[in-house]
């Protein structure tokens, strides 16, 4: 019986500490574990295509799309070792590493905007893609996001609890590029989807952790969702006043 008895309290023990668990993994090694998760998605979603569609293209790609990529790659890598500078409280090393990557940040707008131009001109003439002029709003929808939520976070570096929200959702945006590889979710033209997903994993963790969401997301989010349905039915729909824009932009 007594064996018994101190068996009851170890079980309560051992399945209280589990929620404390959750909670220690989400406020140590949540953004830290997302940014392996979205580079881990990257490598999955380009393993596939980079050989064809860059390295090895035939017709060759234009080089700003290697640029973009490198970019695009750098980002992510500076993503991952500034959550670990947090991790590890090096939070100078981590400011300082900021400023390069609001600098890294301005560059991919930039760059994004123009790439997307080059590369939609590119399928349309070269590869003769039919019916791509339309993706123009989604891939501008990315950037707006991104730079949106960037130029956010910078102006609220001092204010940590809104500054890494605002990254973590800029970064999740740039998750379309990857999503839309993936076969079901890029024909279904579930992409959007997707990556508020990974923003939802963000929110659930303010939630375990605060009992609450923070309200950066609550303002932040809706927005985002408002500008990625308008870029999906422009994309889908394809409106005149659309055509015509595209076709004044991409020059076709």
Same mark, same amino acid.
């Given at each position: 019986?007594?064996?018994?008895?101190?068996?009851?309290?170890?079980?309560?023990?051992?399945?209280?500490?589990?929620?404390?668990?959750?909670?220690?993994?989400f406020?140590?090694?949540?953004?830290f574990?997302?940014?392996?998760l979205m580079a881990?998605?990257?490598?999955?979603?380009?393993?596939?295509?980079?050989? =064809?569609?860059l390295l090895h293209?035939?017709p060759?790609?234009?080089?700003?799309l290697?640029?973009?990529?490198a970019?695009f790659?750098?980002?992510?890598?500076l993503?991952?070792?500034?959550s670990?500078?947090?991790?590890?409280r090096?939070?100078?090393?981590?400011?300082t590493?900021?400023?390069?990557?609001? =600098?890294?940040?301005?560059?991919?707008?930039?760059?994004?905007l123009?790439v997307?131009?080059?590369?939609?001109?590119?399928?349309?003439?070269?590869?003769?893609?039919?019916?791509?002029?339309?993706?123009?709003?989604?891939?501008?929808?990315?950037?707006?996001?991104?730079g949106?939520?960037?130029?956010?976070?910078?102006y609220f570096?001092?204010?940590?609890?809104?500054?890494?929200?605002?990254?973590?959702?800029?970064?999740c945006?740039?998750?379309?590029?990857i999503?839309?590889?993936?076969?079901?979710i890029g024909?279904?033209d579930?992409?959007f989807?997707?990556?508020?997903v990974?923003?939802?994993?963000?929110?659930?963790?303010d939630?375990?952790?605060?009992?609450r969401?923070?309200?950066?997301y609550l303002?932040?989010?809706?927005a985002?969702?408002?500008?990625?349905?308008?870029?999906?039915?422009?994309?889908?729909?394809?409106?005149?006043w659309w055509?015509?824009?595209?076709?004044?932009?991409?020059g076709?």
């Open positions: 019986m007594a064996t018994g008895s101190a068996a009851v309290p170890a079980r309560i023990a051992r399945e209280a500490s589990a929620p404390n668990q959750l909670k220690r993994f406020s140590r090694y949540f953004y574990s997302m940014a392996l881990g998605l990257a490598v999955w979603a380009f393993s596939d295509t980079v050989d =064809a569609h293209a035939k060759p790609r234009p080089l700003l290697w640029f973009h990529g970019v790659t750098a980002w992510i890598v993503f991952i070792v500034q670990a500078l947090v991790r590890v090096k939070v100078r090393v981590h400011r590493l900021g400023w390069l990557g609001a =600098a890294l940040a301005a560059i991919m707008v930039v760059s994004g123009i997307s131009v080059v590369m939609l001109r590119f399928e349309m003439t070269v590869l003769h893609s039919k019916n791509v002029a339309s993706f123009l709003s989604i891939l501008w929808c990315d950037m707006i996001i991104f949106g939520c960037m130029a956010l976070a910078i570096r001092k204010r940590p609890e809104y500054h890494r929200r605002l990254v973590f959702m800029a970064t945006q740039l998750m379309q590029a999503f839309v590889r993936f076969h079901y024909h279904h579930l992409f989807p997707a990556l508020d990974l923003i939802g994993a963000g929110m659930l963790r939630l375990v952790l605060d009992g969401v923070n309200r950066v303002y932040v989010l809706p985002i969702i408002v500008l990625q349905s308008l870029a999906t039915y422009l994309k889908l729909v394809n409106p005149r055509q015509a824009a595209t076709l004044a932009i991409l076709s």
